[in-house]
């Protein structure tokens, strides 16, 4: 046998946890994988709302300019919507490949609902405190 066949012989058993995780995410039906992508995005979306609206009403803050930080936050879930649709959903007819970024994209996605989940039960927590 050579070291190339060795090789492919082994590669399944190298995957480990995110061959598997991966293979389980890309065998869902199309449409829980869109919602995924758009459960994910507009994590990002709400992740970001502080951030940048902290940042952008000490430092940039005019009336004129008052929607860009809806449009970069935006930006930000738009971005993560069309990288998870090409990691995860794919195009019409194609399931796309099994590869280390759509598990690290999906470990991602699901890390910032987590946070996003915290951050609503800490935010209901301390309204709940001080009233």
């Known amino acids: 046998m050579s070291k190339r066949e060795q090789r492919r012989e082994q590669a399944p058993a190298a995957q480990g946890l995110a061959g598997r995780l991966t293979e389980r995410v890309l065998n869902l039906p199309r ?33 004129e300019t008052a929607v860009l930080p809806s449009l970069i936050e935006a930006a930000f879930g738009l971005g993560m919507f069309v ?29 910032l609902v987590l946070v996003v989940i915290l951050q609503l039960i800490s935010g209901v927590l301390s309204v709940s405190a001080t009233g």
């Open 83 to 111: 990288l998870g649709w090409v990691l995860l959903v794919g195009f019409a007819g194609q399931r796309p490949p099994a590869r280390l970024p759509v598990a690290l994209y999906f470990l991602a996605g699901c890390a």
């Open 31 to 63: 449409l829980a994988r869109i919602v995924l992508v758009c459960l994910f995005a507009m994590a990002v979306t709400v992740l970001l709302i502080p951030l940048v609206d902290g940042i952008y009403l000490r430092s940039f803050y005019s009336p």
